[in-house]
């Protein structure tokens, strides 16, 4: 059975994606499906922002097919380990929660490098190009665990 894994942060166009992109970089497609979202509306059926797109292209990684939705209640069901990128994603996700199982699911991403530190993934949009950087960084080493516990089986 497979292991799958939502990234959500708010419009589902920056961190996310990035996120979704870098995870399945790292992962077994036939054992790891991944997906991203945003718990706002606003970028719903648009691609990653191009700045994010740039920082994966010059990286190596691609997530131009991407598109942008939103994190629904049917989640809960379709996942089963949802990563947000901070603690307002972490607010906003877990009131959608109807059960202790669910609320189970929800887990900041930057715990995986700063366990039990709360420590949000700064949102780039309103940032320049080094802002992107910084979070493709953060996002890298946090996928790369994320990974190697998939791997493990202790995720």
């Known amino acids: 059975m497979k292991t799958r894994v939502l990234m959500v942060c708010l419009g589902n ?3 996310s994606p990035l996120a979704e992109g870098l995870l ?27 700045r994010s797109i740039a920082i994966g292209r010059k ?8 598109r942008g939705r939103q994190f ?14 901070d603690n307002s994603n972490f607010k ?12 189970q699911k929800v887990h900041l991403i930057l715990d995986e490098i ?15 190009e080094q802002g992107f950087e910084n979070v493709y960084m953060m996002l890298d080493e946090a996928c790369e665990r994320i990974a190697e516990k998939i791997r493990k089986g202790t995720l």
């Open 13 to 15: 166009i920056c961190r």
């Open 24 to 50: 399945k970089s790292k992962t077994d497609p036939y054992e790891v499906f991944v997906d991203s979202a945003g718990t706002g509306s606003w970028h719903v059926g648009s691609e990653p922002d191009k």
């Open 59 to 66: 990286n190596g990684l691609d997530i131009t097919q991407q």
């Open 72 to 85: 629904s209640k049917k989640d809960f069901q379709d996942f089963d380990h949802i990563f947000v990128m």
């Open 92 to 103: 906003d996700v877990i009131a959608m929660a109807e059960t202790d199982e669910e609320r």
């Open 114 to 128: 700063f366990p039990s530190e709360n420590v949000d993934v700064p949102d780039p949009y309103h940032g320049g």
